[in-house]
């Protein structure tokens, strides 16, 4: 394997990373910024109150994702088996 196809080989796998991992970590953005604005609204800093329902809100969108990140890591798993040569 030459430098060009480990390089090649690496990118994708980080582009693979962030693609599975990005619908999981926007719906936590977008959680904590609606609770960013609620306390800044009420005054309200407790430290519990951001931290479950962003935890919460990640556990079910990634119970919703699964199934495509799943489809997703299989064919990258495909994809890499039938290029590298054996």
Not at 14 to 35: R, Y
């Amino acid at each position: 394997m030459d430098f060009n196809t480990a390089l090649e080989l690496g990118r994708h796998a980080f582009w693979m990373a962030l693609m599975t991992s990005s619908p999981i970590l926007i719906i936590g953005l977008v959680v904590g910024l609606m609770i960013s604005l609620f306390q800044a609204v009420t005054q309200l800093q407790e430290q519990t109150l951001t931290f479950v329902p962003k935890i919460a809100a990640m556990v079910v969108a990634g119970a919703i994702f699964i199934p495509w990140i799943a489809n997703q890591m299989v064919a990258y798993t495909r994809t890499l088996l039938s290029t590298l040569p054996f």
